[in-house]
């Protein structure tokens, strides 16, 4: 068994444009499916992201206001799952409600020790 992280990335302009009926039934989706990986053990953590933050460059001589990216690349929340390999990791991910919005998509990338392995 390894860890996974899910990186999160667009459906952030569609989500703004729904309801605050329509944000609270999502947000509900989203608890069912991560309660789903819970109750199966697949869940380590997760939570969303702000928008705003903070780009550290050069070590600490130059911070900036960001990060900035296209709609399709703001990273919004993360997960943590366990998976036997990363194909399983990536079939767990497909019932993810961030493909309720066009141009998401999740990013599957195993958690590596510090030795490589």
């Not at 899910?6 to 509900?28: C, I, N, P, T, V």
């Not at 069912?32 to 939570?47: A, F, I, P």
Request: charged letters at 25%; a negative charge.
């Amino acid at each position: 068994m390894s860890n996974f992280l899910y990186l999160f990335r667009g459906g952030h302009d569609a989500y703004q444009e729904l309801s605050q009926e329509e944000k609270q039934a999502h947000m509900q989706v989203w608890g069912e499916w991560m309660g789903g990986l819970k109750e199966k053990g697949q869940l380590l953590d997760g939570l969303p992201l702000a928008e705003d933050g903070r780009v550290v460059h050069q070590r600490g001589e130059m911070v900036t206001n960001g990060p900035f990216a296209e709609g399709a690349e703001v990273v919004g929340g993360y997960l943590i799952v366990v998976a036997n390999d990363i194909d399983e990791a990536v079939e767990m991910s497909k019932g993810c409600p961030i493909f309720d919005y066009d141009g998401s998509y999740v990013e599957v990338r195993e958690i590596l020790s510090m030795d490589g392995h």
